[in-house]
């Protein structure tokens, strides 16, 4: 019976592959979306020489870096093509759709994987113009990976067992889990820069956080100092 539950989820997947790849096809019939492709293109280069002059230092890139980071780390979407009649049908057998959810799970996993690494792609010109390390690239690459894993078995969870948390702990969990980011790459890059770092971190913390202090930011606040704390 497990193995029906399986077959059941790789036989929606195809079929959702199967729509996909029709509007991929409509999509990409059309000339005109090739002038668009190459005007995002052109956009992305001015974009990333915009942002190499805006971003001077390497504090600030690591800031902005880690937040765009954090929101594709804290969003985790779990795909299980699920419908809505199936809570009539798969209810009575509760109990057996272990297999089902593990197949949603790892194929949202690799969705959100590849999220992950394609944005790395990105940004990965402005990365090299700021550290200039390949091997800092891809241990945060890898750094970024587990995070998601982490991030996607705490949502299958929650799915799977029904079980919610209250804001003040997903909002701890996501702000401790952005800015970790940050700090495993300064720990990755060297102890060289670290008390100068340290003085820009707790300036911008000062600014940022303290100065207008409301619930959420305190929370952030204590994050961030623990995890300061962590690393150095």
């Not at 199936?86 to 690799?110: C, G, H, N, Q, V």
């Not at 919610?164 to 102890?191: M, N, R, T």
Request: aromatic share 22%; with cysteine; net charge positive.
């Amino acid at each position: 019976m497990s193995s029906l539950w399986g077959k059941l989820f790789i036989r929606r997947l195809k079929n959702q592959w199967e729509k996909e790849r029709i509007y991929l096809f409509r999509v990409f019939s059309n000339s005109g979306i090739f002038i668009i492709i190459g005007f995002l293109m052109y956009l992305y280069v001015k974009l990333l020489k915009w942002f190499d002059l805006i971003i001077t230092s390497r504090f600030e890139f690591i800031i902005c870096f880690s937040v765009i980071m954090g929101c594709f780390l804290t969003r985790n979407p779990l795909t299980t093509f699920l419908r809505e009649t199936d809570i009539y049908f798969m209810l009575p057998a509760e109990s057996e759709l272990t297999p089902y959810f593990k197949y949603a799970f790892y194929y949202s996993l690799f969705i959100q994987a590849l999220k992950i690494i394609v944005l790395m792609l990105i940004l990965y010109p402005l990365f090299q113009s700021k550290t200039g390390n390949h091997i800092l690239f891809f241990t945060t690459c890898i750094i970024l990976l587990f995070l998601k894993y982490l991030n996607m078995n705490v949502v299958f969870y929650i799915e799977k067992k029904g079980i919610f948390f209250s804001c003040s702990v997903y909002y701890k969990y996501s702000i401790a889990e952005s800015f970790l980011l940050s700090h495993s790459v300064i720990f990755a890059d060297g102890w060289n820069h670290k008390l100068s770092f340290d003085n820009q971190a707790n300036i911008y913390i000062a600014k940022r956080y303290v100065v207008y202090p409301n619930q959420q930011r305190t929370k952030a606040t204590v994050c961030i100092l623990y995890l300061f704390e962590l690393v150095y």
